[in-house]
């Protein structure tokens, strides 16, 4: 298409309209196996825009394809047209009726954050999908979804009451609930909406069509259907059918995928929370036949959730550093499990519910163990089952779990036969299949691991696909159960309602849709299923040579390519945890994990430069990339970004140099060490308002932000100096004096000396440059040079016994991470790495051992309020900073949920990122630690966190260790 026509559009839009390289590759793919590159994306900020959007693809015949968090299995947001995103602007809760339990939204509403908002109203959406902290209203309407919650609460479809659209034509039109005589009124007149009502009145009022409809659908009891448009459910009223209730077109328009139509508002109807005390009985099976047998028995109870999985998903939560901590009700290595959910108002409600399921249980005599969790447990199970989906991305190399036959649902009562023909038919490909899923719902997410790149794979694809279709089709069941249909299924939706039906749905189309705009290629005349995918089949795969050692995911392009676009990353950060801070701020696809990994992956692969990492892309991809590593514990695939860019630096940066306030950045020590030497001239040089101004200007550096002070002090004399004062134990500890604490936090190094040797242990102190500002500003040979010098130290410390405990989380969490990808000693590395510890984590096994106990420390009561450094949240828990200040007898201690402050060493500090820096702390730190009395004490482990701190909110926080100082008695 010309470039002036879509410029033309550009400016006409309130919104954006993006077509650059970067965007229209970020948007090219979603969370399916497919790859298109569109003609550019929307960015609309109302209806209007919607319309021009319209008016614009109606007059040069160019699809729209709707887009919302883009976690779509199917391939229902990937499309050549122009890619509308309103996951942006189109974010509005409208309004509230309380009395009728009924809300309208924005389909850029995210599903847990609506749930949020209508908790202190006692209500509630009940569709859950594994997604729910990032997918969005729009999404699950356009998907029909259900979730875990399915069976008590029903699908998507089930709750829409009211949509507002924008027709073909331009035309906004409200579909909603109408009586016999409002269908007959609204058959008259000449608008698109009157053309829709007749058309439709005069299919469906064809008794062979409607036996039609009725003979070949999926059968009826079976909740989750979703194969092509739900004609069947607009028999199921009083002006078609027999039922009393009335007749709405959202019944059809849930699940379209946006083919229809393009929606601006959703009424959803609402249901009061469910009872406030939970049990779930997850029982392990030895087989998964054992398992699926006591699916049915099970459901016969008030279930809330019943849920499989199987040793496939549950081993790939043994590597995922997050899900790790989940596992604990497993009980040895069980084929499959069920996760049965029961509620009630009251304990004696709750305790009959469980007794009378654990009855049902050992009457089977099936299960093997079948522990029972309440409270907190329950929620860290499902987050287990909801990681589930990401985890397959954790299989190392090519082979995949893939999506194309996981959505099929069945009746109840035909399950367990169907999954022992399923398992026929993958063993006759020599498959092992993943079964992971809603059992309750008679829905199995079953996916066959495949190698997408290779073309007997791609065969095996589509075989495997063309088979379980057929086998549904034998169980009347539905083949598109919550993920519908996309690309990977629509192909066979002739095969799954029959001809006459699927010749139906493309008159419907017509009606809604005559100029084939709506992401055309889905649920009618669809693109092929084994072609356009992530992939190109048969390639040459790229060599790329890198300095870091990537083998663990068998090199970089593989270790993006780990990414399988769940976007996890997408949640925002009223969820708990801090992946991604800088797209909390900008709410910019491109500044997700998901996004970075996409980008590299495509420019890895395609890019035609002699260096491939050698694009302005990449660079504007990684740009606000603050290295928290928050993806490497938060992301299911552990997608670790700061590694990726950390290569990424060092790469271009060979190729186009390295800028002055990069070197200066990296070097920070050794500046450091300068001006310590005249540390008196140096601060008052840092402190002077006109010189320090004139050096932050002419190195880049915000000028909103103090230049931090240097110090001269000699620690090896303090620490002799508070041994000859304490008695000293034999055990012995390896303090590490990092390049923070050595030249700008020595109070804190006398503060961690002082209680260490107070605390009766015999210290060492061990001075070393941990490479972190090399690592940050991609000086990967620096850093190597480095760690290769420190290894051989610190191997010894390691064989010898003695802990090496640090302060500074960045710098000690070097040895534990990015130690490993300098040097080929795989063995020294990882005796380094276990000989590790933050100094919480050293006292706080101290602490449970006994060693130390709060009769050691003052009485005082205190308030603490905790800020996490993000390599610790990824690398280590926050547990023992809380443990470790829990201790003293009235210390009352919290953990601030909190995210990434939004320093991240340099970066807060670089002219062009101090806003989004500040924005990334206001977003919860700041508010949360204005909130707190003047008088409680904030603890941050991290330099550049206290400083933020500071810069945000003007209080002084404190390292764990001095508060522990101050409390020592």
């Known amino acids: 298409m010309n470039k002036n026509l879509l410029k033309e559009l550009q400016l006409a839009l309130d919104g954006e309209l993006k077509f650059d390289a970067l965007n229209k590759t970020l948007y090219a793919t979603d969370a399916s196996v497919y790859r298109k590159i569109p003609l550019a994306v929307a960015f609309p900020k109302s209806v209007g825009d919607i319309k021009k959007l319209i008016q614009f693809a109606t007059k040069n015949g160019v699809g729209l394809i709707p887009r919302t968090a883009g976690t779509s299995l199917a391939g229902q947001c990937v499309g050549e047209g122009i890619v509308v995103d309103v996951s942006k602007h189109f974010t509005k809760i409208v309004s509230l009726n309380e009395g009728k339990k009924q809300v309208v939204v924005q389909p850029g509403v995210i599903r847990d954050e609506l749930n949020l908002y209508l908790q202190p109203y006692r209500l509630f959406f009940g569709p859950n999908t594994s997604t729910s902290n990032r997918c969005m209203l729009g999404g699950m309407v356009g998907n029909n979804s259900s979730g875990t919650t399915s069976i008590q609460y029903g699908v998507t479809r089930d709750k829409v009451l009211a949509l507002k659209t924008v027709l073909a034509d331009g035309s906004e039109v ?194 093997y163990a079948n522990p029972v969790l309440y409270e907190a447990d329950i929620n860290k199970a499902l987050e287990l089952r909801k990681a589930g989906l990401g985890l397959l991305g954790n299989m190392v190399g090519d082979r995949k779990a893939v999506a194309c036959i996981e959505d099929t649902a069945v009746a109840l009562e035909d399950l367990k036969n169907f999954i022992g023909e399923f398992t026929q038919i993958m063993k006759g490909y020599g498959q092992d299949a993943v079964y992971y899923a809603h059992a309750g719902a008679g829905e199995l997410h079953l996916r066959p691991i495949l190698n997408l790149k290779k073309e007997a794979d791609v065969t095996l694809f589509r075989k495997i696909t063309t088979d379980v279709a057929r086998l549904t089709k034998r169980y009347k069941g539905s083949f598109s159960g919550e993920h519908g249909d996309g690309i990977v299924r629509a192909e066979f939706i002739p095969l799954m309602i029959g001809e006459k039906n699927y010749e139906l749905l493309r008159r419907v189309k017509s009606y809604f849709d005559p100029y084939n705009i709506f992401n055309p290629g889905k649920i009618v005349d669809a693109y092929p299923m084994d072609e356009a995918l992530r992939y190109e089949v048969g390639r040459r795969e790229p060599d790329i040579k890198t300095l870091m050692d990537f083998s663990d995911s068998e090199g970089i392009l593989k270790a993006a390519e780990k990414c399988n676009g769940s976007g996890d990353c997408r949640k925002t950060e009223k969820m708990t945890g801090a992946m991604c801070p800088s797209y909390h701020a900008t709410r910019d696809e491109k500044h997700t994990t998901r996004g970075r990994a996409n980008a590299l992956r495509e420019f890895l692969t395609t890019s035609e430069h002699a260096n491939k990492f050698d694009q302005k892309e990449l660079k504007e991809v990684f740009d606000l990339c603050l290295s928290c590593k928050a993806c490497a514990s938060e992301c299911p695939s552990n997608v670790d970004v700061a590694t990726l860019k950390a290569e990424f630096l060092y790469q271009y940066q060979e190729k186009n140099g390295y800028s002055l306030r990069s070197t200066l950045f990296a070097h920070n020590t050794k500046l450091n060490r300068l001006g310590s030497k005249m540390a008196g001239l140096t601060n008052a040089v840092y402190g002077s308002g006109f010189l320090s101004g004139v050096l932050k200007k002419s190195t880049g550096v915000a000028q909103k932000r103090d230049l931090p002070k240097v110090s001269n002090f000699n620690l090896d004399k303090y620490l002799q100096s508070i041994n ?85 989380p960045s710098a000690i969490l070097t040895f534990r991470d990015e130690y490993k990808r300098l040097s080929d000693d795989t063995i020294a590395t990882e005796a380094i790495a276990n000989n590790a510890f933050l100094i919480e984590e050293f006292l706080a096994k101290e602490i449970e051992a006994g060693v130390i106990t709060k009769e050691r420390f003052t009485k005082e009561s205190r308030s603490v309020k905790i800020h996490g450094h993000c390599h610790q949240k990824a690398l280590s828990n926050q547990k023992v900073t809380f443990d470790m200040l829990n201790l003293p007898e009235n210390y009352k201690v919290t953990i601030i949920s909190s995210g990434c402050c939004g320093m991240a060493g340099s970066f807060g500090y670089e002219k062009e990122h101090y806003e989004v820096s500040m924005q990334i702390g206001e977003l919860k730190l700041f508010p949360s630690i204005r909130k707190a009395e003047a008088e409680c004490i904030i603890a941050a482990n991290g330099t550049s966190c206290r400083h933020q701190i500071y810069d945000g909110t003007e209080k002084r926080a404190l390292h764990p260790i001095s508060i522990w100082k101050k409390a020592l008695l």
């Open 724 to 808: 000859n004062q304490y008695a000293n134990s034999n055990i012995k500890v390896v303090l590490y004096i990092d390049e923070f604490t050595n030249y700008l936090d020595v109070e804190l190094g006398k503060d961690a000396i002082e209680v260490l040797v107070h605390l009766g242990y015999d210290v060492t102190l061990f001075y070393a440059e941990s490479g972190r500002t090399y690592l940050s500003k991609g000086f990967l040979k620096q850093a190597r040079k480095l760690a290769l010098k420190n290894i051989p130290k610190l191997k010894t410390y390691a064989d010898n016994g003695m802990p090496v405990i640090g302060l500074e």
């Open 174 to 367: 409200e579909f909603g609930a109408l009586s016999k005589k409002e269908v007959e009124a609204k058959r008259y007149g000449n608008t698109a909406e009157a053309s829709i009502y007749r058309e439709i009145d005069k299919e469906l009022s064809n008794p062979d069509i409607q036996s039609e409809i009725v003979q070949e659908f999926p059968k009826k009891h079976i909740h989750r259907r979703n194969t092509g448009y739900a004609v069947d459910e607009l028999l199921q009223n009083n002006t078609y059918g027999k039922s009393t209730a009335d007749f709405n077109l959202c019944k059809l328009l849930a699940g379209s995928e946006g083919t229809l139509a393009f929606t601006t508002e959703i009424t959803l109807q609402l249901d009061d929370l469910p009872p406030n005390l939970s049990a779930m009985v997850i029982t392990h099976y030895r087989t998964l036949e054992d398992c699926l047998s006591d699916v049915e028995p099970s459901m016969r109870h008030d279930l809330h959730t019943c849920e499989m999985m199987d040793k496939v998903i549950l081993d790939c939560t043994k590597n995922n550093r997050e899900q790790m901590k989940n596992r604990f009700f497993v009980e040895g290595d069980p084929a499959a499990l069920l996760m049965l959910e029961v509620k009630g108002y009251s304990k004696v409600d709750l305790d009959r519910k469980v007794d009378e399921l654990l009855q049902t249980i050992k009457v089977s005599g099936l299960s």
